[in-house]
């Protein structure tokens, strides 16, 4: 991971549910925490590439999010949409330490229609 990211805490790993999510609101948009069942934590832009859909209401599947609004299915660590669907969420570079979760926002670049890679 880049050494160069800031890392803001935005809270605990203990407020996402297991296979849920949280919306964090930022001055980039809201970005969507999800947990996964092995305690993996991803955070993307809150909206699907589809038709915008709130992918923190979604169904959260192994390291995949089902969109609730066209099942949209969506590849939780890349952002990008699931063959045969192609687009991208833009994702935002996150780590937990110490139960803490702490996103890159400045690396985040929403709304991009791609994937911030980073």
């Known amino acids: 991971m880049d050494q160069s ?9 203990e407020d996402i549910p297991r296979q849920g999510s949280r919306v964090v609101r930022t001055a980039y948009g809201d970005i ?3 947990r ?8 993307l832009e809150d909206r699907c590439p589809h038709a915008g859909g709130p992918l923190s209401q979604g169904i959260v599947h192994g390291a995949r999010v089902t969109c609730p ?4 299915v969506i590849d939780l660590a890349s952002g990008e ?8 969420a833009g994702h ?10 702490q ?3 400045a690396a985040f670049r929403p709304g991009c229609g791609g994937c911030g890679h980073g």
């Open 5 to 13: 990211i800031s890392w803001i805490t935005v809270g605990s790993v």
């Open 32 to 34: 969507a925490l999800f």
């Open 36 to 43: 996964t069942v092995a305690d993996e934590v991803y955070a």
């Open 69 to 72: 609004l066209h099942s949209w």
């Open 81 to 88: 949409a699931v063959g045969p669907d192609e687009g991208c």
């Open 92 to 101: 935002c570079p996150v780590r937990v330490v110490d139960g803490a979760v």
């Open 103 to 105: 996103l890159g926002l």
